[in-house]
């Protein structure tokens, strides 16, 4: 982060990715022409995509929409899911999931344990950017990457079903009223002694702020 009294530089770097936002065009040009001395890089203007998601500017209504539609379409192409009938949830009603569903011993099966694993970590990049309503189930089911047993892989394409029909789905962040500006909400919830393995309660949270997780 750059400030210079009122004006500031945002910058965002993902190995040989940025991206940046300000709201002082001049010291923007200026920064990445300092930049440029010591860095090799290219200005690509107004920015529209960014890791594989989408980022849609209504200036008009100031609004900021952030979508992964073409990475989840690709998802459910990779694993055979294209024309599945979606589900409503990513979860089934009263399921959980537990060690006592894994093999006994090591999952011998080292094409079903790697689809698996290829599953949930392509669903983890969706529930780490734009469709937290993932989150939950996919932390379950990441729970047994090592050793999953056929529940497991039920779980994990139901969560495919879901996202079936959420690949229009995103984050819509909008400008607040002045007495809401910056103002982070928080939601809790537990259940009671919902994990069958250790009897624990299970919470979840969700932040908030500008309109979206």
């Given at each position: 982060m750059?400030?210079?009294?009122?004006?500031?530089i945002?910058?965002?770097?993902?190995?040989?990715?940025?991206?940046?936002?300000?709201?002082?065009?001049?010291?923007?040009?200026?920064?990445?022409?300092?930049?440029?001395?010591?860095?090799?890089?290219?200005?690509?203007?107004?920015?529209?995509?960014?890791?594989?998601?989408?980022?849609?500017?209504?200036?008009?209504?100031?609004?900021?929409?952030?979508?992964?539609?073409?990475?989840?379409?690709?998802?459910?192409?990779?694993?055979?899911?294209?024309?599945?009938?979606?589900?409503?949830?990513?979860?089934?009603?009263?399921?959980?999931?537990?060690?006592s569903?894994?093999?006994?011993?090591?999952?011998?099966?080292?094409?079903?344990?790697?689809?698996?694993?290829?599953?949930?970590?392509?669903?983890?990049?969706?529930?780490?950017?734009?469709?937290?309503?993932?989150?939950?189930?996919?932390?379950?089911?990441?729970?047994?990457?090592?050793?999953?047993?056929?529940?497991?892989?039920?779980?994990?394409?139901?969560?495919?079903?879901?996202?079936?029909?959420?690949?229009?789905?995103?984050?819509?962040?909008?400008?607040?009223?002045?007495?809401?500006?910056?103002?982070?909400?928080?939601?809790?919830?537990?259940?009671?002694?919902?994990?069958?393995?250790?009897?624990r309660?299970?919470?979840?949270?969700?932040?908030?702020?500008?309109?979206?997780?």
């Amino acid at each position: 982060m750059l400030n210079r009294g009122k004006s500031i530089i945002l910058l965002s770097l993902y190995v040989n990715d940025g991206i940046c936002a300000t709201n002082n065009e001049k010291l923007y040009k200026q920064f990445l022409k300092d930049l440029s001395v010591e860095f090799e890089l290219s200005d690509q203007g107004c920015c529209e995509w960014y890791l594989g998601v989408r980022i849609q500017q209504d200036l008009a209504n100031k609004s900021t929409t952030l979508t992964q539609t073409q990475y989840a379409k690709d998802v459910l192409e990779r694993f055979g899911m294209t024309g599945a009938t979606p589900m409503s949830t990513p979860i089934e009603p009263n399921t959980h999931l537990s060690v006592s569903d894994c093999p006994d011993s090591c999952n011998s099966n080292k094409e079903f344990v790697l689809e698996y694993q290829q599953i949930i970590g392509t669903l983890l990049y969706l529930a780490n950017f734009t469709q937290p309503d993932l989150a939950h189930r996919v932390n379950q089911c990441s729970k047994f990457m090592l050793n999953p047993g056929p529940s497991n892989m039920i779980a994990a394409r139901l969560i495919l079903k879901y996202l079936a029909g959420t690949t229009e789905k995103g984050l819509t962040y909008e400008a607040q009223p002045a007495s809401r500006a910056n103002l982070l909400w928080g939601f809790a919830n537990a259940d009671h002694a919902g994990d069958p393995d250790t009897q624990r309660s299970v919470t979840g949270y969700v932040l908030m702020i500008a309109g979206a997780a």
